[in-house]
C-alpha cells in the first residue's frame, strides 16, 4: 500500500467571479448529504472568495485529484484568490462546466458539478449543499 502525504482526502472546490474568472480552493467535505437526487455538502469560510463566488453564481465544483498533483494543491491553499489567479499560479487548467457557472479541474480524474440548493451559516463556516448534476471521470487523469 503506497502512502499518502496527506492525512485525508483533499477536496479542491471550483468557482467562478462575477466576471467569470475561475477559481478554486481546498475545502473540507462534510457530506454525501442525500442520494436520490444525489446531493453533497461542503463547508467554506464566510472571508474566502469561493464563498462569495457559490453565493453569486448558485454553483460549485468538486473536485477529486490524485497524488500525482500534491505540490499544486499545496499552492491553492497558499495563494489568496482575492489577489492571485490561482490555476495560472498553480499550472493546473480550470475547464468551463456546461452544467454550471463553475470550473472543473482538467487534471484531476473526478469532477462533481454541483448547484447551489441550500447555504446554512455555521459559526466562521457556511455549510453549503448542491445537487450532483453530473460526474466526469477523467481517464487520463488517473
Not at 480552493?25 to 448529504?33: C, D, G, H, K, Q
Not at 437526487?37 to 490524485?66: C, G, M, R
Not at 497558499?78 to 498553480?90: L, Q, R, V
Not at 447555504?119 to 448534476?133: K, N, Q, R, V, W
Request: include cysteine; proline fraction near 5%.
Amino acid at each position: 500500500m503506497k502512502r499518502s502525504r496527506y492525512a485525508t482526502p483533499i477536496f479542491i472546490i471550483g468557482t467562478h467571479d462575477e466576471e467569470g474568472n475561475p477559481n478554486a480552493i481546498n475545502a473540507i467535505l462534510r457530506e454525501m448529504s442525500c442520494s436520490d437526487p444525489q446531493h453533497i455538502s461542503i463547508s467554506i469560510k464566510e472571508t474566502t472568495s469561493t464563498h462569495k463566488n457559490i453565493l453569486y453564481n448558485e454553483a460549485f465544483t468538486v473536485n477529486i485529484p490524485s497524488q500525482t498533483y500534491i505540490d499544486e494543491i499545496d499552492d491553492l491553499k497558499i495563494e489568496c484568490g482575492k489577489h492571485e489567479d490561482k490555476f495560472t499560479s498553480s499550472g493546473l487548467t480550470p475547464v468551463k462546466s456546461e452544467l454550471v457557472d463553475a470550473p472543473y479541474v482538467m487534471e484531476f480524474p473526478l469532477a462533481l458539478e454541483c448547484k447551489l440548493v441550500n447555504a446554512t451559516e455555521m459559526g466562521l463556516c457556511t455549510s453549503f449543499t448542491g445537487e450532483i448534476l453530473d460526474a466526469k471521470w477523467i481517464e487520463s487523469s488517473c
